[in-house]
């Protein structure tokens, strides 16, 4: 009879499997990328385009067109192409990222054949119309104006600016940016970024030839938009450590942004990067957490992170605190990175650590879409599933010795930029 007073024995995960996609290529060239796995009849098709044409005076024509392109075509008002959605029991969604933007439908595979032609006129039609963009730009508006009221939003804003500048990665939006959106620069960004030359499709689901010449046959063929574009290309430089205090007389809480520019996913120290966040701050049992949550008590939550970006990587720790307790927080963040800068970790929580970020991979497989997203991760990072392998057996012989030598590499405070919105 199973003893409930006893601990289950610890296993660390022995292997993972990945299921690596079928390439193949639509008549227009648009490279296909193709996860076919799954019982039932259900498909994610996934259109990604490359951000291009970044215009520091411009700054939201990319992430504007991404939530307007299926708001009205030539052919479909919004509430047509919401309509004919819905009535095949599709979910069709838009998605802005910092390099990548895409348009992603869900549909039963029996519909496949009525929902591409929507995704068509979409991809090709689609006209931005007046009013839809002047319902978008008030309720932008007043959404950064209920944003900004946040102290962590704001330190999130700031940070990314302290370390990116007016790059698509660290833009200072405000509520002028939204008035000056004109619906002709959204035509023209659509005509040069939503086109086969951009474009790289990843589909996930059942999946088979005929549902892929289905595919070729409507949208295979020749696209309305050709204009030219540039890829966006960032360079940075590391900047000295600086603070900013964002003072609020009535702040009950202070939120705390605090980090700087690190490597990306190319690097080969990212794996053990990743191992020695997650020891700091990834995780609900991380160093942050127990000292500052469960020791001191100061917040409800902290976390660290590393981000890997098309063109940079960054490092970075957020909190809210209460305002009493700010300073004493930075006192406590920086004495956790100084013993991981001068104590080895012990064998007991660096294991804790390997079977937590072992467990999260294995258990972030669970499906076709979470296979064709890890794929996609390291596709854009121009990576292989070579990545992954090394990612593993890093995780699994990183030494404790390895792990100070990458803190005292890495984590130089001095280098951080600090936002504290609130009081100090």
Known sequence: ????????????????????PLKQQLNNGIP???????????????????????????????????????????????????????????????????????????????????VLPILQSILNESVFPQ?????????????????????????????????????????????AD?????????????????????CTIFIAGKFEQSEFDLLNNILGKTWNNNE???????????????????????????????????????????PGFQVMNCL?????????????????????????????????????IATEVGTEVCNNTLIEIEKEIDLLKSELVSEEELNLVRNYMLGSMLGSLENAFSHADKFKNAYFSGLDYTYYDNYIKTVKTITPEDLKQLANQYLNTTDFSKVIVGKK
Request: no cysteine; charged share 20%; aromatic share 12%.
């Open 32 to 114: 296909v990328f193709t996860i076919n796995a799954g019982k039932q009849e259900l498909v994610r098709i996934e259109f990604i385009f490359e951000n291009v044409n970044w215009d520091q005076n411009k700054p939201l024509q990319a992430v504007t067109v991404s939530h307007l392109i299926n708001n009205g075509t030539a052919k479909l008002t919004a509430k047509e192409i919401a309509e004919k959605v819905d009535y095949y029991g599709a979910f069709l969604q838009t998605e802005y990222g910092a390099d990548q933007s895409s348009v992603k439908v869900y549909t039963l595979n029996k519909h496949l054949a009525a």
């Open 131 to 175: 009013q839809e963009l002047d319902i978008y730009v008030q309720n932008q508006k007043q959404s950064l104006q209920v944003s900004l009221q946040k102290n962590d939003f704001l330190a999130r804003k700031h940070f990314a600016h302290a370390i990116f500048g007016d790059s698509s990665y660290g833009s200072n939006i405000e509520a």
């Open 178 to 198: 939204y008035e000056a959106i004109q619906q002709a620069d959204l035509l023209s960004y659509f005509k040069a970024a939503y086109k086969p030359e951009n």
């Open 228 to 270: 030219p574009s540039a890829v966006n290309k960032f360079d940075f430089s590391p900047i000295a450590g600086k603070e900013l205090l964002i003072e609020k007389a009535d702040a009950i809480q202070s939120a705390i942004r605090m980090g700087k520019l690190a490597i990306t996913r190319k690097h080969k120290d990212f």
């Open 280 to 316: 700091l701050g990834g995780y609900f049992g991380s160093r942050l957490m127990a000292n500052i949550r469960e020791d001191k008590g100061y917040t409800y939550g902290i976390g660290s992170a590393i981000v890997s970006l098309k063109d940079a990587g960054y490092f970075f």
């Open 1 to 20: 009879m199973l003893n409930r007073t006893l601990a289950p024995e610890s296993k660390q995960v022995d292997e993972i499997n990945f299921i690596q």
